[in-house]
């Protein structure tokens, strides 16, 4: 998941793919490439399988999402089928709801189980698999989740407010659920252009048709799951 301010600076909004799967940026570092949903829909619709055991195969999956989440400034959660890994293991940047302050560093997740989830609410929801594409869904603000820390140890946690929004979000990749599969409609989704004063201005998607530069190539497998139509 990503936030939005940063999306406004044109570099952003220009981002493309990076060529090669892994980058290798410096010993014990590794970026992937974030998988785009247009470029690779498939991808992230698959779902994702449980660890059967904790190992060398966890521990590099937790530490290339850290390390890819990390080479983001604007990225606050990562799931691994966004970097082609169909596992389930997650990171988060808690504390990305308080404006101003600088997010937690990644925190990872592994076999993630929601026990409870609570206070539905509207927020603010973007995904670094759609660069320039914001929007409004319904997420539970409180959730309850159980699964293994980033060594392997039992893990209870509970997560509030928009950090709880960040955990949901994430939890759906494992389960192919995209943001704008939560989006009511398409008017839900929206793209940030600068007005002719450079202020950020939301255009709905139905507004900015062939603007979004993140359109799929392919026919959406969202609307075939009733999703709106991109
Ligand atoms: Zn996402």
């Known amino acids: 998941m990503k936030l939005d301010h940063a999306a406004w600076a044109p570099n952003r909004l220009g981002h493309r793919r990076a060529t090669g799967r892994i980058r290798e940026v410096k010993e014990k570092m590794t970026i992937r490439s974030i998988v785009l949903y247009r470029d690779d829909p498939e ?6 399988e449980p660890f ?7 521990r590099r999956l937790i530490r290339d999402l850290k390390d890819t989440l990390n080479a983001h400034q604007d990225g606050i959660g990562l799931a691994a089928p966004q970097i082609s890994v169909h596992k389930r293991a997650i990171v988060v940047r808690e504390g990305a709801g308080v404006e101003g302050a600088e ?3 990644p925190m990872a997740i592994v076999n993630p189980e929601i026990i409870q989830a609570s206070n539905p609410k509207r927020d603010f929801d973007g995904c670094l698999s759609f660069p320039g594409l914001y929007g409004e869904t319904v997420r539970p603000h409180a959730i309850h989740l159980r699964g293994l820390d980033e060594e392997g140890r039992p893990l209870k946690r509970r997560f509030e407010g928009f950090d709880a929004v960040v955990v949901h979000h994430e939890i759906d990749h494992l389960d192919g659920i995209l943001f704008i599969d939560r989006a009511r409609s398409a008017e839900d989704l929206y793209i940030i252009e600068l007005d002719e004063d450079g202020q ?5 998607l139905p507004a900015a048709v062939g603007r979004w530069q993140g359109e799929p190539r392919v026919s959406s497998s969202a609307s075939a799951r009733g999703g709106p139509t991109l």
């Open 43 to 48: 991808t992230l619709r698959k779902v994702s």
């Open 52 to 58: 059967q055991a904790f190992g060398p195969e966890a």
């Open 103 to 105: 997010p937690e560093p």
């Open 200 to 204: 950020p201005l939301r255009v709905p």
